[in-house]
């Protein structure tokens, strides 16, 4: 039983916590954050203690992990402050605000033996990791274009924009690493960026963006984000090789389908944000997580991985602000 601290009581906090405590090797032990009253009430929840500072999760001596949930600015110092106190990490993603940042985590973190991964779930989901091996095993062929459609149902409030590096760093980042998993490292980038949100007009960001990004072999990937989306959370992929096109679709509660004089095939939902979509990726995530803890094993995806998906970010940031392709 690996005993677990969460650094961080917010949105995605709260979907860590769940996927520890109904995990059976997992047991949740204490929640930080420095509002209060957010720590107090998601340690309620699961029993667990709850403190307002984070060096109290990296000190507790009960505490075997950490997962860290806190704003992107933190993670880099809460990184290297987990392995210094010997604790492995999952991190959310992005490791940091900027590559500069990583590169000097990357040297801080040198002969401390750090066991960190980065919290790239849709690895894990299990379509997209049916997908992956259809791509390994050969029945794809040679992939050619992979294309990625991922969409929120609704914008973050404008408060967290501000801190979250914007559009590419903190939405697009899933897409470019699952754009990697499939084609691995990319040599060029090109992004459009659209500003079409009234809500998010004074953003300074953009709240929609189309990138495409291309492999030494000129394979493709082509993503489609948007901040919001009427019909809810849509997550598409399709791969298509040679020798064959897979496709993961929209996942809805049931598969029944209405039909009635004003409607036919009507559906449930898509399901309901990150939280649901990717229920069972973060459980697979944390497993591996475990795994590779129990094992002795450096987990995967990555701070590598992150400070790839990264430096995609930074690309597909600039070639929107200044209209050019940029080689990597
Ligand atoms: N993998 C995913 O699907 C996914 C989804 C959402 C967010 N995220 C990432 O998770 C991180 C948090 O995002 P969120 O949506 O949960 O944000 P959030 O704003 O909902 O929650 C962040 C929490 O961290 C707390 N906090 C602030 N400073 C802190 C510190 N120094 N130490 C500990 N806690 C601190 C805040 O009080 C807040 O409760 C971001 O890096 C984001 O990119 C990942």
Sequence with gaps: MIKIGIIGAGRIAQVHARSVSAHPDATLVVISDPIEQAAASLAARYGARFTVSADDVLSDPEVDAVIICSPTPFH??????AVKAGKPVLCEKPVAMDIETVDQLEKDLEGLNPVVMIGFNRRFDPSFQKIHELAANGTVGKVEQVTIISRDPAAPPVEYIA?????????????????????GDVVSVVAI?????????????????????ANAEGATA?????RHCASGYDQRLEVFGDRATVNADNVR????????????????????????RYEQAYTNELSEFLSAIAEGREPSPTIEDGRKALIIAEAAEKSARTGTIITL
């Design 163 to 183: 801190s979250s590096g914007g559009i590419f760093k903190d939405m697009t980042i899933h897409d470019f690493d699952t754009a990697r998993y499939f084609l």
């Design 253 to 276: 509660p049931t598969t029944v389908r209405v039909s009635t004089s004003d409607l036919t095939d009507a559906q449930d939902p898509y399901l309901d944000f990150f939280l649901a």
């Design 222 to 226: 082509t993503i489609t984000n948007s």
């Design 193 to 213: 960026g659209q500003n079409l949100d009234p809500a998010l007009k004074d953003s300074g960001d953009f709240d929609g963006a189309i990138v495409t990004l």
């Design 76 to 81: 880099p110092e809460q990184i290297l402050a």
